[in-house]
């Protein structure tokens, strides 16, 4: 069974890891030895892993609580197939490095992960500029467009990235399912929906943060 111990984080160290910051490559935070929690309480996982992914810096992992309820989901829906399952927990995004240190990096709350079985799902993930960008869609729905969570993992930590789309930022963007994630001349591209439109969104990185640069209807 997994224990996640919680820090209390000093605004000091907060500032000196802002997202006012750019450079050519990202530049992620110093991996703590304990795990800070984004709950601000201590935490009782499972003792396994809903999904996974490996990288060239260690782990991306999504543990869920202990209390987390699977069924089946008994028949086509937008959310899958007849055959596939839900997961419904809280679920904790955690990076493990080299030396087994872990931080936690993101939290959800009451969330519904959908797989076609019951073995952890793969975390897909791309290179950007040497580190590495993780990226999960909890449920791939084929009615429309999705949350999508990304996470940048590097020799110094790891941390998750949000969007700004004009004056907000959120943690998640919209990705529709038939379309993966990809990089294109160092912007990071997705594609959405809007109404019964698609578009397709092109994003630069500033620090912890990807920045909406160019937004235009697809054929």
């Known amino acids: 069974m997994r224990r996640l111990c919680v820090l209390i984080i000093l605004a000091s160290a907060l500032s000196a890891c802002g997202r006012g910051h750019s450079s050519p490559a990202p530049s992620v935070p110093e991996t703590n030895t304990s795990l800070p929690s984004a709950t601000g309480k201590a935490a009782t996982t499972a003792s396994w892993d809903r999904a996974a992914g490996k990288g060239k810096y260690g782990e991306l992992l999504i543990i869920p609580s202990e209390d987390e309820v699977t069924q089946p989901l008994g028949a086509p829906s937008c959310m899958g197939g007849e055959k596939d399952y839900s997961f419904m927990s809280d679920y904790y995004v955690v990076f493990k490095n080299g030396e087994g240190e872990e931080q936690e990096v993101g939290y959800w709350q009451d969330a519904t992960i959908v797989s076609s079985n019951t073995e952890p799902r793969e975390i897909q993930k791309l290179d950007w500029d040497g ?6 869609q909890p449920v791939k729905n084929t009615c429309r467009a999705d949350a999508i969570y990304f996470y940048l993992l590097g020799e110094k930590g ?28 160092g912007k990071l591209v997705l594609e959405s929906t809007e109404g019964d439109k698609t578009y397709r969104y092109k994003f630069s990185l500033n620090g912890k943060t990807f920045i909406l640069e160019q937004k235009e209807e697809t054929a």
Do not use: M, T, W
């Open 158 to 185: 790891a941390y998750q990235v949000s969007f700004r789309v004009g004056d907000n930022d959120y943690d998640q963007f919209s990705q529709v399912p038939q379309v993966e994630p990809y990089i294109d001349k």
């Open 131 to 136: 580190a590495d960008l993780f990226y999960f």
